[in-house]
């Protein structure tokens, strides 16, 4: 199926029913937390009353205006965020992972083979070693609350 803008998803028989426990990489605390969806301006409204009608899930304000919610149960074992991008062009999507120590779990993705994009207030871009941008958030991996 596709998204109104045209983001590619599959529905599956076999639905996880409890959020995983963060895995523990030496004094951290990682988990991949939520999918984030990068809409263009022109696609952005109607993306999020797609995905809020489509997973039943309710839609709330996050703290920058760029960034809603798509707010399922506790249980939901990904969070849903929509980010309206600043230039128009094909919807995406990438992985954001909540770390309890960002710069720890920065380092340890480089390490790996990922490249550093961008430092911002609250997330950290990279790229692993095929190209695919993700995120390292500061959100709690435990409970998700932004710190």
């Given at each position: 199926m596709?998204?109104?803008?045209g983001?590619?998803?599959?529905f599956?028989t ?6 995983p ?9 990682s988990?991949v937390d939520q999918v984030?969806l ?5 696609a952005?409204d109607v993306e999020c ?6 997973t039943?899930?309710?839609?709330s ?6 960034f809603?919610?798509v ?12 980010q ?12 954001d992972?909540?770390?309890s120590d960002?710069a720890?779990e920065?380092e ?18 990279l790229?692993?070693?095929g ?5 390292v958030?500061?959100?709690d991996p435990?409970?998700?609350?932004v710190?």
């Open positions: 596709a998204s109104p803008a983001l590619t998803f599959c599956v076999h639905p996880a029913s409890r959020r426990a963060p895995a523990r990489w030496g004094d951290g605390l988990l984030c990068d809409v263009a301006p022109a952005y009353a797609f995905w809020e009608a489509l039943g899930f309710e839609g304000s996050a703290r920058l205006p760029e809603r919610r707010v399922g149960p506790a249980a939901q074992p990904l969070r849903f965020l929509l309206r991008l600043d230039d128009e062009g094909p919807v995406g999507a990438h992985l992972l909540a770390a960002r720890a920065v340890r993705h480089v390490a790996l083979g990922a490249e550093v994009e961008t430092v911002a207030d609250f997330w950290t871009v790229r692993d070693p190209g695919l941008r993700y995120c958030t500061g959100r435990s409970t998700g609350a710190r």
